[in-house]
């Protein structure tokens, strides 16, 4: 990930609804680039740049959505480790797909920016 500094720097000045609104939408770029097997690599930087946002986040989440976000990220470094494989098996690409879909709408209820 290029600057990871000025990343982090620019994620942290939201509020953390805003940086759950910006998890969230990883995670659906990630459902939605999972269906074409030439977007491995961005899909790859999406699902780490999400470690990364989940890192910077839950310190300012109460406990409740801190151990959401801890499973989230234990996912997401679960899929990572088996990631050549996932990504060559249409089925289990589908798969992590529509659980990056649910983890994202999860995360942007989780956000509160669906009821302003």
């Not at 659906?28 to 946002?53: G, N, P, T």
């Not at 234990?74 to 649910?102: E, F, M, N, Y």
Request: hydrophobic share 45%.
């Amino acid at each position: 990930m290029k600057n990871l500094e000025a990343i982090q720097e620019r994620y942290l000045r939201d509020p953390l609804p805003v940086r759950l609104g910006g998890l969230a939408a990883n995670l659906a770029r990630v459902e939605s680039f999972s269906d074409q097997i030439a977007h491995r690599e961005v899909v790859e930087r999406l699902l780490d740049e999400s470690k990364y946002f989940i890192e910077w986040t839950a310190l300012d989440a109460d406990l409740n959505l801190q151990a959401e976000l801890v499973e989230l990220q234990r996912q997401l470094a679960q899929w990572q480790c088996g990631w050549q494989d996932i990504w060559d098996d249409p089925i289990k690409r589908r798969s992590v797909a529509a659980q990056a879909g649910v983890w994202s709408q999860r995360v942007l209820e989780k956000s509160g920016l669906l009821s302003r």
